[in-house]
């Protein structure tokens, strides 16, 4: 799996600008489904027909895009000022190599005045720094509205564990691929969606659960882990399992589906572990509300250091999801 998910983390894929992994992601899926296709706001949908008799309509949904920068000013000596996509931890950011969508590399840094005591890590403070000598010379390699992201990369820790970005969330766009390999049967009519704008307010997922109107629905998406140091306490850990999801600050999972995934995980000996965040949220909001409401739950892969450039993951824990999300897929649902 680790050279797969190498093959979907490096794909550019910022929040707004999803076309480049989107095409990878159609490529990868659509030998199991019946149709792949875009919708208008960029979100990538793909289709396999359920074999039963009252086929309900099951929807997954991982969201494609990553955080990143917008190019907004380029100064007279050529260094460009950013506006964010997403939720940017400044902290875990500078000092960063950083690439433009046209392949223009730079460096995202700290503003000179804070590099010496205690720095503000604040959007207004950082800039990028691609070596132009001048605004014309930076012009001619940037503009205004361009894209970039932190440099991408994948690396193998210690046993099943590995690391990089942007692991959030192309692990679970991963997830969707393999389980759509992975299913015997598909009781369901299964819509296999990667959402775009999730990391600038969830976007995808409500335009496109509102278009599909689901029965039932699963987001598969990172969460956090407990297991660090002074870190806040939460009861999910790296290796222990994938986290079906109870409650997080933006949503409440429907019961039934929580014990749903819970009792195909327990049929298949697949480890899991339940998780309760104080804060933030995922796709799975939207789907829950879409329409006239559907049934929504959520996996989540326990996730160290999330949003920054070493985001760490334990592989069991992944295949345990996948294992899941395939059993979801041959479940009859009433």
Request: hydrophobic letters at 45%; charged letters at 20%; glycine letters at 12%.
């Amino acid at each position: 799996m680790f050279t797969q998910l190498k093959k979907i983390v490096m794909p550019m894929g910022v929040s707004g600008d999803e076309g480049d992994i989107s095409a990878v992601l159609a490529a990868e899926i659509a030998p199991y489904v019946d149709k792949v296709y875009n919708d208008a706001l960029g979100n990538l949908i793909a289709f396999k027909k359920g074999k039963g008799k009252k086929p309900k309509k099951l929807m997954f949904a991982a969201h494609m895009d990553e955080i990143g920068f917008m190019a907004s000013y380029i100064d007279e000596k050529g260094y460009i000022r950013l506006s964010r996509l997403g939720g940017i931890n400044y902290q875990a950011a500078a000092f960063s190599e950083v690439i433009f969508k046209n392949g223009t590399k730079g460096v995202l840094v700290p503003e000179a005045r804070l590099m010496g005591g205690q720095r503000e890590y604040r959007p207004e403070n950082y800039y990028v720094d691609i070596g132009a000598k001048s605004k014309k010379d930076a012009m001619r390699r940037v503009k205004i509205g361009d894209t970039c992201h932190v440099a991408p990369h994948l690396f193998k820790l210690a046993g099943s564990r590995v690391a990089g970005r942007p692991i959030d969330d192309r692990i679970g766009c991963m997830m969707l691929v393999e389980a759509a390999k992975a299913a015997v049967t598909f009781e369901n009519d299964t819509y296999f969606v990667f959402t775009v704008q999730e990391e600038v307010g969830v976007r995808g997922a409500k335009t496109s659960a509102f278009a599909i109107a689901p029965d039932y629905a699963v987001a598969v998406d990172i969460g956090g882990a407990g297991d660090v140091p002074a870190c806040a306490p939460l009861a999910v850990n790296l290796g222990e399992g994938i986290a079906v999801k109870i409650k997080d600050a933006m949503v409440i999972c429907n019961p039934k589906m929580v014990a749903l995934m819970k009792q195909i995980a327990q049929d298949a000996k697949i480890p899991y572990q339940t998780e309760i965040l104080e804060g933030g949220g995922t796709d799975t909001c939207m789907l829950q509300q879409a329409a006239g409401g559907c049934i929504a739950g959520a996996i989540s892969v326990p996730t160290r250091y999330g949003h920054s450039a070493v985001e760490v993951i334990d592989m069991n824990d992944v295949a345990g999801g996948i294992g899941i999300l395939a059993g979801l897929c041959g479940t009859k649902l009433d």
